[in-house]
């Protein structure tokens, strides 16, 4: 490959802009192998003909002008360079121009990125598994029916379009979007089909009782509004909430079903101080929610740093200070050394325990701290 050449592939800017235009529409796919030639031609010196006359000149010209000339003449690593700039929209657009292009722009490891930028954060285990059961029952449709108006959909809509009018001549296999796809999986969560497991933050949002806790719920995205559509255990006072944000939402941080009892394995770790999450539940009948508090000292201790032995008894102080002192919820005990579910019907019942380690977690909990105390 020429220096020249190798300069325009390193050309971030060039990639950018010529993104920019493929995305916008002011130039077409066809036109991408012209502009990469002048573009390549522009780099370095031109030499001008030697020994040939004006005449010779001219018809070459002319016999280039008349060439027709393929994106997928482009070198392997340059159409690469290109499909790799494309956003989501870009590349369905792109899938819609031939056979040859509708499989690369497919493929997993195009799509892996955008997986990864817009859904990484909320696409845990949970929804993974979720996805798997999703695509065994959906293994023989197509995708057909998650389009929607708008830009993005309106591109895919295109591609399943020419899948649908080329099935007499080729088999659906070769023609079909596969289901399985990273590609299938970021639409399928684009046109808000694919309800996935996740946990909200402050369900309902603005209720006080639901104030610094996180439950399990279904998830729906709107792609008109960029919210969420919510749907909880149908156990409770309700069970659809709408437009919830992103900020609103994470992944479960660990794989314990809302119904099942976590087993908690930081106990002898807890001590003054320390940032926890703990399940809650109003009666037997109902999941879990997970609730953020802190470690608090015991009633014999001083609270001064070089007396304090609240780390050495068995039993530990939860304060979850989003209550006003004197009330019920604000305080709970618990037995390091034996804890299982303790509460009664009146007061609720307490579950599993996780200690925070990490800052972004402990931060996102301060994050959503009310900011006065409610009774």
Known sequence: MKSSEWRLLLSSCFWKDLSSWLQKGTISFYQVPMIIKKKMMSLGPSKKPENNNNNNVEVEEEDEKKKKISLLDL????????????????????????????????????????MKHKWGRLIGDAAYREWQWHIASKKRETLINQTKNNGFFRSLYGLIRQNLDQRTTTTTATTSLPVDSIMACYVSLESGKFWFPAQVYNRENGNIG?????????????????????????????????????????????DTPAHVLHISDSLNDLKPSDHIEIQWRRNKEF??????????????????????RC?????????????????????????????????????????????LYKEEEISMWKSLRPSQIHE
């Open 311 to 355: 780390y050495y008894s068995d039993m530990v102080i939860l304060e979850f200070n989003q209550y006003p002192p004197g009330s019920r919820w604000r305080q709970t005990t618990i037995n390091r050394k034996d804890h299982r579910e303790v509460g009664n019907e009146a007061d609720g019942f307490y579950g599993g325990i996780r200690k």
């Open 75 to 114: 070198p392997e690593l340059t159409l690469e360079c290109i499909l790799e700039k494309l956003s989501p929209d870009g590349l369905c657009n792109m899938s819609a121009v031939c056979s040859s292009l509708r499989d690369m722009c497919t493929s997993d490891h195009l799509w892996e990125k955008h």
């Open 287 to 308: 999941p879990y929610g997970w609730w953020y508090g802190v470690v608090g000292h015991l009633d014999s201790c001083d609270r001064n740093e070089n007396h304090c």
């Open 210 to 254: 639901f104030m610094l806790s996180c439950y399990d719920a279904l998830l729906s995205y709107d792609s008109r509004n960029d919210t969420f559509l919510a749907r909880y255990s149908p156990h409770g006072r309700r069970t659809i909430e709408e437009n919830i944000v992103w900020g609103r939402l994470r992944a479960p941080p660990i």
